[in-house]
């Protein structure tokens, strides 16, 4: 298992490279979950090790349903990441989060399908993690000091109501999740939450507000045309903050990376040694502990 990558970068929609990573290398990793979204770029930004990750492809060629998250999060593990900072394009349901402006949430509600393989755990091994807070509030407010030191319009808090795809919801969705006081609506931050904190990572996301979803009668609902036509300017900022994000970041000592221990409740010896294998990286450090000498 690699060491040393303080900090990786997923980039959504619009946000398929990393400007300014430095001695930049891409590393293709297999893993028991298939192959990651694209290679991971490897480099560094001010002399901090950093990967960057393109979330659909650097084509753009995988809907939010098709991410290969487990193999995304598997690698980014195996090569000794301690930290994931996600970008995602994201539509608002507040007035006060306009376009161009960031959202840096704090919780997550779930109206996905079911279609997206959310567990690393299964076939033998059991663990149940706590997602009573899924974002790292360490990393969520390193974040936050980045992109006001950039001078982008940064909000901090509230709910991310994560939905199927492909599309767009409908008016009535907008105004339910807006009746629920929900900030923002995207289509990505779940799994990736989930799989982040059982692979005791920290993880946080910086929301970049494209359009104002489907509530505002004067506002043209959302289409992906306007949406990409916002995103260039978003990406800009996105890159500008987790450039400033990289260099300010410290030791990564964080209670997000021993959210096994109090999550798992296979005993060592009785995971099967297939599943041990594949779960290598993910599951060496919680079992380390189990099985060291009293």
Request: include cysteine; charge should be negative.
């Amino acid at each position: 298992m690699g060491e040393g990558i303080g900090l990786a970068v997923i980039g959504g929609s619009g946000f398929y490279d990393m400007p300014g990573l430095e001695d930049a290398v891409d590393v293709r990793v297999a893993t028991p979950f298939g192959d990651p979204s694209d290679a991971i770029r490897v480099g560094k930004i001010g002399g901090v090790p950093v990967a960057f990750l393109a979330r659909h492809g650097r084509h753009h060629s995988l809907l939010p349903s098709e991410l290969p998250q487990r193999a995304n999060f598997w690698a980014l593990k195996s090569l000794g990441v301690k930290r994931v900072v996600a970008v995602s394009a994201v539509g608002s349901l507040r007035e006060e989060y306009a376009p161009g402006d960031c959202v840096i949430p704090d919780q997550l509600i779930d109206r996905t399908r079911g279609a997206r393989p959310a567990t690393f755990f299964g076939d033998g091994i059991v663990a149940h993690v706590s997602m009573a807070e899924p974002f790292c509030p360490a990393l969520s407010e390193s974040a936050q000091a980045a992109a006001i030191a950039v001078g982008a319009a940064c909000h901090r808090g509230g709910s991310y109501v994560v939905i199927e795809g492909p599309a767009f919801g409908t008016r009535a969705e907008s105004e339910l999740y807006r009746s629920w006081g929900i900030g923002v609506v995207g289509m990505t931050a779940l799994p990736e939450a989930k799989l982040a904190r059982e692979a005791e990572l920290c993880y946080s996301i910086i929301s970049t507000v494209t359009d104002y979803d489907s509530w505002r009668a004067d506002h043209r609902a959302v289409d992906a045309a306007t949406i990409f036509r916002v995103l260039r300017a978003n990406v800009a900022m996105g890159q500008s903050i987790v450039a400033t994000l990289a260099g300010t970041l410290g030791p990564a000592d964080c209670s997000c990376h021993h959210s096994l221990d109090a999550a798992l409740v296979t005993s060592a010896a009785a995971i099967p040694p297939a599943t041990r294998t594949r779960l290598e990286p993910i599951l060496a450090r919680r079992l380390a502990t189990e099985e060291a000498p009293v």
